[in-house]
């Protein structure tokens, strides 16, 4: 069992940047591939960036490829995502979430465990 926690969203302005940071419960955090999705209003939920259990593999989606950075850091079993350059469109309730097998994939059926999300709202 695995329990997540998002941390970090908030309001921003166009351009601006915003760090979330996913909390892990469970001593075999370093097993799970994690990934973020994103969801707006009236939408479904979407893909944004996933990265395996090492950290050593990443994929994101095309809408924010050079802007956003996921990351994990298994000693303190916390993954994160750093978003620069952010536009009215990335607003979004986003979800960490955890896939229990070691490489990443961009599909939400594949994850075990998600967050309850964490609000992102981009002004201009």
């Known amino acids: 069992q695995v329990q997540l926690v998002e941390s970090g969203g908030g309001l921003v302005q166009a351009g601006g940047s915003l760090r979330l940071s996913c909390a892990a419960s469970?001593?075999?955090?370093?097993?799970?591939?994690m990934g973020w999705f994103r969801q707006a209003p009236g939408k479904g939920r979407d893909f944004v960036a996933a990265?395996?259990?090492?950290?050593?593999?990443?994929y994101y989606a095309d809408s924010v490829k050079g802007r956003f950075t996921i990351s994990r850091d298994n000693a303190k079993n916390t993954v994160y995502l750093q978003m620069n350059s952010l536009k009215l469109e990335d607003t979004a309730v986003y979800y960490c979430?955890?896939?229990?097998?070691?490489?990443?994939?961009?599909?939400?059926?594949?994850?075990?465990?998600w967050g309850q999300g964490t609000q992102v709202t981009v002004s201009s």
């Open positions: 990265v395996s259990w090492s950290g050593g593999t990443t």
């Open positions: 469970g001593r075999t955090f370093s097993s799970y591939a």
């Open positions: 979430a955890a896939q229990g097998r070691r490489e990443p994939s961009n599909s939400a059926i594949n994850y075990d465990y």
